[in-house]
């Protein structure tokens, strides 16, 4: 098993998508010096965020997305170093949702990146990337409310710094 698990829980739209692109583009020599990402492919971590996330989703997605999760911590339990895992979704989880997953990665270390940038710029990005992924929310009534859902992505759910480190922080210490 590894000693220590990093895993990157966002906040979406702070370069995160160029941060999981670097760590895929070069696995292989992470792997070299002891850090092991995880996964047959980058969407591996998507859809294990959505099994830890408890999205009824994943239910009737293909048995490969289901199985994401269960291969990124076999993968994890078979190798030696540092894992890292990054999606910025894991950031909308509960509290008991981010300690069943600290749980899940026993007995290594876990710790928690984030990445954060000013709110205004969070949110002018995130609402069109709102709009990409189906919402009709016009601009002036876009997260005017915090989900408690965690399938709520595109809100201040995962959009507030604060309220992602509360709910983290209740599974790893700071």
Known sequence: MVDRVYVHVGLPKTATSYLQTILWSNREELRRRGVVVPGIERRDHLWASRTVREDPAQHSAPAHHRGAWERVRREL???????????????????????????????????????????????????????????????????????????????WRTLDLRLVLERWSAAVPP
Request: aromatic share 8%; net charge negative.
């Open 77 to 155: 339990a078979d190798a030696d170093g540092v894992g890292l895992v990054s999606h910025e979704f894991f950031g909308a989880a509960t509290r008991a949702q981010a300690r069943s997953m600290v749980t899940a990665l026993a007995p290594a270390e876990v710790h928690v990146v984030v990445t954060a940038r000013e709110p205004l710029g969070l949110f002018t990005a995130s609402w069109p990337e709102s709009l990409k992924n189906g919402s009709t929310t016009p601009m002036a009534d876009y997260a005017r409310q915090v989900s408690r859902s965690s399938t709520a992505i595109w809100n």
